[in-house]
């Protein structure tokens, strides 16, 4: 059974190599070369090493260009994953919503990203993203940013209500091209390179939180702003009545 599936996941991933290939050759015909001398430069070194040093013992030759030759296909589907994710990338440049599908591609247990905005504006197409991580809580958005800014601020008014006092940075990304902008291509980097200031109880206790605070609001009816939810002289003074 384990050997079926260990042959099973084998295949799969062979399979979806060559559709990668496949997708990314249609808008890249220079692929097959560069996969093609990133598999050739590790056996070309092997060969050099081998010719140089002159080993006697022909195993070491068939040890070095074996080495050699895991290095190159190593390298080659390397090349691969980076010159699809170029193309996928430029593929998304300009798309609304194309953010979500980053998230998509940040699978580090630190990081959560909801691939559903927590606000969105189809009309004017606005969109705004928060997630977490050891870096803080983050607010990616599409769109104007005279509204996104807007919509950050009650984002951040949001976490100081959850979470009161903490000093838990807030890292505020605007993608799109321009200044002060981050292009769809640099997003996850940009993302993951932040620097670390929580710790991880502190990260999953914010999770927590915003996760309660989230199921409280979509349990409330459309259009009711939780914030501006006010009580009726006349329901405290049926209160009052029935407490007497």
């Given at each position: 059974?384990?050997?079926?599936?260990?042959?099973?996941?084998?295949k799969g991933?062979?399979?979806?190599?060559?559709?990668?290939?496949?997708?990314t050759?249609?808008?890249?015909?220079?692929?097959?070369?560069?996969?093609?001398?990133?598999?050739?430069?590790p056996i070309?070194?092997a060969?050099?090493?081998?010719?140089?040093?002159?080993?006697?013992?022909?195993?070491?030759?068939?040890?070095?260009?074996?080495?050699?030759?895991?290095?190159?296909?190593?390298?080659?589907?390397?090349?691969?994953t980076?010159?699809?994710d170029?193309?996928g990338y430029?593929?998304?440049?300009?798309?609304?919503g194309?953010s979500?599908a980053?998230?998509?591609?940040?699978s580090?247990?630190?990081?959560?990203f909801?691939?559903?905005p927590?606000?969105?504006n189809r009309?004017t197409?606005?969109?705004?993203?928060?997630g977490?991580?050891?870096?803080?809580m983050?607010?990616?958005?599409?769109?104007?940013k005279?509204r996104?800014?807007?919509e950050?601020?009650?984002?951040e008014?949001?976490?100081?209500r959850v979470?009161?006092?903490s000093?838990?940075p807030?890292?505020?990304?605007f993608v799109?091209?321009?200044?002060?902008?981050t292009p769809?291509?640099?997003?996850?980097?940009?993302?993951?390179r932040?620097k670390a200031?929580?710790?991880k109880?502190e990260?999953?206790?914010?999770n927590?939180?915003?996760?309660?605070?989230?199921?409280?609001?979509?349990?409330?009816?459309?259009n009711?702003?939780p914030?501006?939810i006010?009580?009726?002289?006349?329901?405290?003074?049926?209160?009052?009545?029935?407490?007497?």
């Open positions: 059974m384990a050997r079926e599936e260990a042959k099973k996941k084998k991933a062979i399979k979806q190599l060559v559709q990668i290939y496949k997708l050759y249609k808008t890249n015909k220079s692929l097959p070369w560069w996969m093609l001398l990133a598999f050739l430069v070309g070194v060969l050099a090493i081998c010719f140089g040093i002159r080993f006697t013992v022909a195993w070491i030759w068939i040890l070095v260009i074996l080495c050699g030759v895991m290095v190159g296909f190593s390298l080659a589907s390397a090349t691969l980076q010159i699809s170029r193309a430029k593929r998304l440049e300009g798309q609304f194309a979500s980053v998230f998509s591609t940040i580090k247990g630190d990081f959560s909801p691939e559903e927590v606000w969105i009309k197409r606005d969109a705004l993203w928060r977490t991580g050891r870096a803080g983050y607010l990616v958005g599409e769109g104007d005279a996104l800014s807007i950050m601020d009650k984002q008014a949001i976490l100081r979470a009161p006092g000093k838990i807030v890292i505020r990304i799109g091209k321009g200044k002060g902008r769809i291509s640099k997003l996850r980097g940009t993302i993951m932040k200031t929580l710790t109880m990260l999953n206790e914010l927590v939180r915003l996760t309660t605070m989230q199921a409280k609001q979509q349990a409330l009816p459309r009711v702003d914030n501006k006010k009580v009726s002289n006349r329901m405290m003074r049926r209160r009052s009545g029935a407490n007497s």
